[in-house]
């Protein structure tokens, strides 16, 4: 039996989401493809299965069976999911993904009135799940793409110390640093950043340009 927390991707269905959970089945976790529809959560994570141990449920059942939920939604669903899985994410962690991109100038940032995606979880599923925000400057077909070496840092925000350090430790199990970046209210700046990235993308012709922090001790900073 494995001490690993059990991972549920909630909208995993999506290039994001099933590169995680490649990365993290391969890794020794269970996770838990999460859908609208519990079919297409199944048959997601039946592609997936050669990976390890990788199943799939609707949106709110996988966030109930899992330790640790990770929303990977386009922005304009963020709200109705992180509502729908309120109940059941209730005291866990929840690591947001999210991205304010509004088509069709995602090459511009645009944040919402509330500051970021990730003020908006957190507002949503209230004081007692501790959200994380994280993953926002990865490209999402080099997750999927486990013999790839990922050269990115991944910033990591968030009110709790503890959910931070296990979101850290969850990006290191996918093969990237995490770097702890403050509070919630810093998400602003990696949500941000995403927009400019893919600005530079398209003005150098690259395949997924990303982030790193330069200046840190080896093993990084307490």
Wanted: glycine share 10%; with cysteine.
């Amino acid at each position: 039996m494995s001490d690993l927390p059990v991972i549920a991707i909630v909208g995993g269905t999506g290039a994001e989401g099933s590169g995680l959970a490649v990365r993290w089945a391969r890794a020794g976790y269970r996770v838990i493809i999460g859908s609208r529809s519990a079919e297409r959560a199944a048959a997601s994570a039946a592609a997936l299965m050669e990976h390890g141990a990788v199943e799939g449920a609707a949106n709110a059942d996988a966030a109930a069976e899992a330790d640790i939920v990770v929303v990977t939604v386009p922005f304009a669903a963020q709200r109705q999911t992180v509502t729908d899985i309120r109940d059941a994410a209730r005291g866990k962690i929840v690591i947001d993904v999210t991205v304010p991109l509004v088509p069709p100038r995602v090459a511009r940032v645009q944040l919402p009135p509330e500051g970021s995606a990730a003020a908006i979880a957190q507002e949503i599923l209230g004081e007692e799940t501790r959200v994380v925000s994280a993953f926002q400057n990865v490209a999402a077909d080099h997750l999927a793409d486990p013999s790839y070496e990922l050269d990115c840092d991944v910033l990591v925000c968030g009110n709790s110390k503890d959910a931070r350090a296990e979101a850290v430790g969850l990006i290191e199990a996918a093969g990237l640093r995490g770097i702890e970046a403050g509070p919630l209210d810093n998400a602003v700046a990696a949500e941000a950043l995403t927009s400019v990235l893919i600005w530079i993308n398209r003005r150098y012709d690259s395949p997924g340009s990303g982030i790193r922090i330069t200046g840190l001790p080896e093993d990084g900073a307490d």
